[in-house]
């Protein structure tokens, strides 16, 4: 089964909508407010898919040699990531190691 990880930007009951994974969020395991660079090697070798809001992070973060991959989602509202459901499940399961996927 595929583990992820939602960012403190994506609605916490989104999780619910992806019950096919073992699903936590950032801020369930008291991460709220760490930098993403620190918190992408807490996560790396925990979880499969991390999925988040930030726009940014791709420009942040060198994700060769890493385990985890990253998910960015255009929208944060838990609305609009419904509409998106099927879109994010399909990234989580195609996800590879050090992978960046953009959902629009």
């Known amino acids: 089964?595929?583990?992820?990880?939602?960012?403190?930007?994506?609605?916490?009951?989104?999780?619910?909508?992806?019950?096919?994974?073992e699903v936590c969020t950032v801020?369930?395991?008291?991460?709220?407010?760490?930098?993403?660079?620190?918190?992408?090697?807490?996560?790396?070798?925990?979880?499969?898919?991390?999925?988040?809001?930030?726009?940014?992070?791709r420009y942040q973060q060198n994700l060769v040699h890493r385990k985890i991959s990253i998910i960015e989602v255009q929208v944060t509202r838990l609305d609009l990531l419904r509409d998106r459901r099927d879109l994010v499940v399909n990234a989580v399961l195609s996800a590879a190691p050090g992978s960046y996927q953009q959902i629009n």
């Open 1 to 21: 089964m595929k583990t992820v990880i939602l960012d403190e930007n994506i609605p916490q009951p989104f999780r619910l909508d992806l019950d096919m994974f």
């Open 27 to 57: 801020g369930y395991l008291g991460w709220a407010g760490i930098k993403n660079g620190d918190l992408i090697r807490k996560i790396d070798d925990r979880f499969d898919a991390f999925i988040t809001g930030d726009q940014n992070l």
